[in-house]
């Protein structure tokens, strides 16, 4: 039985958002939360996006129950604005890998079930059983640092292309445990040996941080004014990317010192509705451990043209898929 995806924050958002109003589209899709309570509570129409079509299976028992105000499209949500053919009144982003995919073994995203290393939101394209048996020692470590932040990269990638010598690393146990083996015995609180690792690969195999980046600056592009750009992240590089995005697209990107000259600041396309993230109270901790993590940034669109956005300096890790410096 997989355990229902329960989505975080979402009590802020509404608030923050309300009234909620016209065309809204949810870029990651899921289960169906964030859509669900959009419609709920007011929404014209809400289009649905997601990359992994087993979710649109699930959703089968109820999506019937609005009509034409539900459009579900299968396609990644970096290619939004070429979705609609009306500005936005919001757009929603949920990063990252949903509990959903991480409760089915057959999946391949959890070092804690074995199962086929896959990793593919949408099951296409490359694997992580691809680049781990593929992928050079240098790559490997850079993945895993780039994306994991994982400090003992280089000793992991060294294990990793030692044991696929004997036999190619197929399933998640075998990696958890050849990373296991190259790490010092995680002590009572600390989380797992593999955390890192496993999260770097899956970002590296659906190229969630690029997917990102450009869903940002779609969004842009499809917002109507006063239209809400609302973001929850799940971990660092995540959050980085969306507020420096924020921060460029505000005019409130931190100024010049005596050290660097002060950059001309374009004209705003957004208007923050607050600095700092929205984390969950402690009452939603409880309810529901995913959202510790996770923090919520949110501005609105304002009147401004569409504008080139300086992809350098929204914190993307300078690697891609192909192993590639971007």
């Known amino acids: 039985m997989v355990a229902p995806h329960i989505p975080v924050l979402l009590e802020p958002i509404l608030a923050r958002i309300s009234p909620v109003e016209g065309v809204w589209l949810d870029g990651t899709f899921g289960a169906g939360g964030y859509t669900r309570a959009l419609l709920d509570a007011g929404a014209e129409k809400v289009i649905a996006v997601d990359r992994d079509p087993e979710v649109f299976e699930r959703a089968a028992s109820w999506a019937s129950e609005y009509g034409d105000r539900l459009e579900l499209v299968e396609a990644t949500f970096d290619q939004l604005d070429t979705l609609v053919d009306v500005p936005l009144a919001g ?9 959903m995919q991480i409760d089915q073994p057959g999946r391949g995203f959890s070092f804690q079930k074995d199962g086929p290393l896959d990793m593919r939101m949408s099951g296409s394209g490359h694997s992580a059983a691809d680049i781990v048996n593929t992928a050079d020692e ?7 640092y780039q994306y994991g932040e994982e400090r003992a990269s280089r000793r992991i990638a060294r294990r990793i292309v030692e044991a696929r010598a004997n036999a190619p690393l197929t399933r998640t146990g075998a990696l958890a445990k050849v990373i296991e083996g190259a790490l010092p015995p995680a002590r009572p609180g600390q989380m797992h040996p593999a955390t890192r690792s496993f999260q770097a690969l899956r970002i590296a195999v659906n190229d969630e941080l690029g997917q990102l980046v450009r869903g940002l600056i779609a969004a842009e ?21 969306v507020k420096r995005f924020f921060q460029q697209r505000s005019g409130a990107a931190p100024k010049g010192n005596r050290y660097a000259p002060e950059v001309a600041v374009d004209e705003a396309r957004f208007e923050l509705v607050s600095r700092k993230a929205v984390v969950a109270d ?11 993590s996770a923090k919520l940034r949110l501005a609105r669109r304002r009147d401004v043209p569409a504008g ?10 300078p690697l891609d898929l192909a192993g590639e410096r971007r």
């Not at 973001?231 to 980085?240: A, G, K, N, P």
């Not at 080139?308 to 890790?317: A, F, I, R």
């Open 91 to 99: 757009v929603v982003l949920d990063i990252g890998v949903s509990s």
């Open 138 to 144: 240098g790559m490997l470590a850079d993945i895993l």
């Open 221 to 241: 592009r499809a917002l109507a004014p006063g239209g809400w750009l609302v973001v929850v992240t799940f971990h660092s590089l995540e959050d980085r990317i």
């Open 282 to 292: 402690e009452d939603e901790m409880a309810a529901n451990p995913r959202a510790r």
């Open 308 to 317: 080139p956005v300086d992809m350098g300096k929204l914190g993307l890790p």
